[in-house]
């Protein structure tokens, strides 16, 4: 199949399309990215990438080395604003929707079009414009909700702006010939809110890679409980919950919680804890190298995932749980919607509502003084993973869902 992918975020931009677009000619596809300029997260020009030149070049180099074919359209950067984000936004429209126009007319033609809809949602109106010019269906994989993420930039369900925010979000989603989502709750809100019909939505949740499935992640016996965090220490994340339940916990010599990441909350909670005196009980790490992640990982007994969970945003399975499953540790959480279902599902751990800070210091007391109970736990979410979170079974469903429109 010839496959155009439309995404405002490639490579150097650390998203999982990279993996999923080389993994597609692997498998004897042909596939085009249309995307903007790199710039996310920091809202600033990546080096190599500043000039038309630059760009040309190194998408000469990526396919060659990955057999994808990148082009790169303009668009206002990030910045450190809410202005430039939307104007980043809307530039990104406009620019890409005039390529897919010159594509249309230089006669490159494709099968399918697949939109990786991250936010913001107006990212997927390139692909619906060569949907419109071509009459060649129209594939989404959902990562984010909308309108309900919306409410996040416009900070309140109230704005007036709103109200056509959410006219766009059901234009775009039912544009889309199928829309295939990361979490089965997601498949309610699309139904409900946007009126896309059910059987045009399929749950394909997000892969991971399988390169600790096969080593030795077992935590050397110390005598304490290791709990572990492991991310981006933001708001979205709520990890305000795991420090909130230290607190209940208290200072105690049997338990401590690797906090391994950095956000805009890290600041903040590492000041909470030195308010409570938590310092031995609570460790802050940073930032580190994907490649040190392994043995970080094998310094815990339990791995903790916390969510908000005060609208549909927090239903959703976010990446971290996939690769947790790999290192076969315990998981707890406080986080509502898909993530807590899998946890249930595959006998990997337990589970109380997000923002639940009291149930999760239940939970965490509980394996202080009862680790042997949860020795099956790893195992199990190996099995799980094995079962639906492998490339190759992402990859299978997503061709599936393909050639069920291609004919």
């Not at 406080?334 to 109380?352: D, M, P, S, W």
Request: glycine share 8%; aromatic share 10%.
């Amino acid at each position: 199949m010839r496959i155009l992918i439309v995404t405002q975020y490639y490579f150097p931009e650390q998203f999982q399309i990279n993996e999923i677009a080389s993994e597609l000619v692997k498998r004897g596809h042909k596939v085009t990215v249309l995307c903007g300029l790199p710039n996310y997260p920091k809202g600033v020009e990546f080096e190599g990438y500043r000039t038309v030149t630059e760009c040309e070049e190194r998408e000469r180099e990526y396919l060659e080395q990955t057999g994808v074919k990148v082009i790169h359209v303009k668009q206002v950067l990030r910045g450190k604003n809410p202005l430039s984000l939307v104007r980043n936004y809307f530039s990104f429209v406009k620019e890409s929707k005039k390529k897919v126009r010159e594509l249309v007319a230089m006669g490159k033609r494709y099968d399918v079009v697949l939109g990786y809809q991250l936010s913001p949602i107006t990212s997927m109106y390139a692909a619906l414009e060569y949907k419109k010019l071509t009459g060649v269906p129209v594939v989404y994989y959902t990562l984010d909700l909308w309108p309900v993420s919306a409410e996040g930039i416009l900070k309140s369900k109230k704005n007036p702006l709103m109200l056509p925010v959410a006219r766009m979000s059901k234009e775009l989603y039912l544009g889309a010939d199928k829309v295939l989502v990361t979490s089965r709750p997601f498949i309610d809100y699309l139904h409900r809110v946007n009126g896309v019909p059910e059987e045009r939505m399929v749950y394909l949740p997000q892969h991971a890679g399988t390169e600790m499935l096969d080593k030795d992640m077992r935590a050397e016996e110390n005598g304490v409980a290791d709990f572990m965090f492991a991310g981006n220490i933001g708001k979205g994340q709520c990890v305000d919950v795991i420090i909130k339940a230290a607190q209940l916990l208290g200072k105690r010599d049997d338990y401590r919680i690797h906090m391994v990441g950095d956000g805009r909350m890290r600041q903040e909670l590492e000041q909470m804890v030195k308010r409570i005196g938590l310092q031995e009980n609570v460790i802050f790490y940073g930032n580190q190298k994907r490649e040190d992640m392994p043995k970080f990982y094998k310094m815990a007994d339990v791995l903790l995932i916390t969510l908000r969970g005060n609208n549909e945003v927090g239903n959703t399975i976010p990446g971290k749980l996939q690769m947790y499953m790999t290192t076969g540790k315990t998981i707890m959480g406080a986080i509502n919607g898909g993530a807590h279902e899998v946890i249930k599902e595959a006998k990997c751990g337990n589970c109380v509502a997000a923002g639940d800070y009291q149930g999760l210091a239940k939970l965490m007391k509980f394996y202080i003084g009862h680790p042997n109970g949860f020795s099956f736990c790893g195992e199990n979410a190996r099995k799980y993973f094995l079962k639906h979170f492998t490339l190759e079974h992402y990859m299978n469903s997503l061709e599936k869902e393909f050639q069920s429109l291609v004919k």
